[in-house]
């Protein structure tokens, strides 16, 4: 019933969204980029995709960072024009979407003030679509309540904060605590939003949010193994949702003692039992991109659904990884390593 009234007011941002998955790069283009020698010759045959001449108010010589920028660039003016455009609920799952950036800026933010970098220099290295009015101003609190009652408490990451604000040296490791505690909090949130949404919206973005804790819950396993944390820590930065989220499966993995443990764990869901192999070069954060991929091309076979937006804005990004990859082995002479990208169409 829901699809007969979709497109009414969401009909023209799926069909910009579906446009701009068909602008992603393909096999062939890919395989044109593995062959450039040097980033003038990438430049090139990137001007001959849908980024065309991105690149051609870049004066002096190129480099890698400076063709990630421009290619972050396309991709916030992107993301911005449909959020423009979004009416609810789909501009509130966008604003959901930022969320998750604006709590890495976050992170980012208080790490640098901890070790005393150049403010200007962290801002940059802030992502766009996670900015907010008052992110400049983090780098003034000197604790975490100083941080929220000045800072934090009129941003929409105030409620996520509730469990965070008995910490009370802001050393690395708490920062981390403090990072995995706040997605735990978000991702919670934003699935319990997306079950609100018409199918087949809420039962696809469940399925990524799944996923995404998931993921979180494996690294604060593997990143915790050999730490001073004890298991009930490691319990309160696990979200309540995903395939890893069932009480066994979660008392089981705050206590192993050794990766070869938590592989046992993880290997025990059918589709995640391939994240720990080794073979072919591929560490476990690729093995999360190829799966994410996999999630993201299934997204685009329903009709009448947001979650084409979070699938596109993963895609995108996976697609900058690659570029910057590729780009960076041609800069550095690596062309033996060249092809090890992740592609999902």
């Given at each position: ?79 911005r024009y ?13 604003d959901y ?212 937006i979070w ?35």
């Amino acid at each position: 019933m829901e699809g007969l009234f979709f497109n009414i007011n969401d009909g023209f941002i799926e069909a910009v969204v579906r446009g701009y998955k068909n602008g992603l790069l393909s096999s062939s283009q890919y395989v044109n980029l593995t062959q450039c020698d040097t980033l003038e010759d990438l430049k090139l045959q990137l001007s001959a995709t849908d980024y065309g001449n991105f690149l051609s108010n870049v004066s002096g010589v190129l480099s890698t960072s400076i063709i990630e920028s421009k290619l972050n660039d396309n991709l916030v003016s992107q993301f911005r024009y449909l959020k423009a455009q979004a009416s609810e609920p789909l501009s509130t799952l966008m604003d959901y979407i930022s969320y998750g950036y604006m709590i890495d800026n976050v992170a980012l933010m208080i790490t640098g003030t901890v070790h005393e970098r150049d403010r200007s220099e962290m801002l940059e290295r802030c992502h766009p679509l996670g900015w907010f009015d008052t992110l400049p101003t983090l780098s003034v609190a000197t604790d975490l309540e100083s941080l929220y009652e000045t800072v934090l408490v009129d941003t929409p990451l105030a409620p996520y904060f509730h469990d965070c604000l008995s910490v009370d040296d802001l050393d690395d490791m708490n920062i981390e605590i403090i990072r995995n505690t706040l997605f735990k909090a978000y991702l919670e949130d934003f699935s319990d939003f997306a079950k609100t949404l018409s199918s087949p919206s809420d039962e696809v973005m469940c399925r990524f949010l799944a996923f995404e804790a998931d993921k979180r819950s494996i690294n604060i396993c593997v990143n915790s193994l050999n730490t001073e944390l004890t298991p009930e820590d490691k319990l309160k930065m696990m979200p309540g949702l995903g395939r890893l989220s069932n009480p066994a499966f979660q008392h089981q993995m705050v206590h192993s003692d050794d990766l070869e443990q938590l592989k046992i764990v993880v290997n025990s869901v059918g589709e995640y039992k391939n994240f720990f192999d080794e073979s072919n070069d591929k560490s476990m954060e690729d093995h999360f991109y190829e799966y994410e991929m996999t999630l993201c091309k299934n997204a685009f076979t329903q009709q009448f659904t947001y979650s084409t937006i979070w699938a596109f804005l993963r895609s995108k990004e996976q697609e900058i990884r690659n570029i910057a990859w590729i780009s960076e082995c041609i800069s550095q002479n690596q062309k033996d390593r060249i092809n090890n990208y992740i592609a999902a169409y």
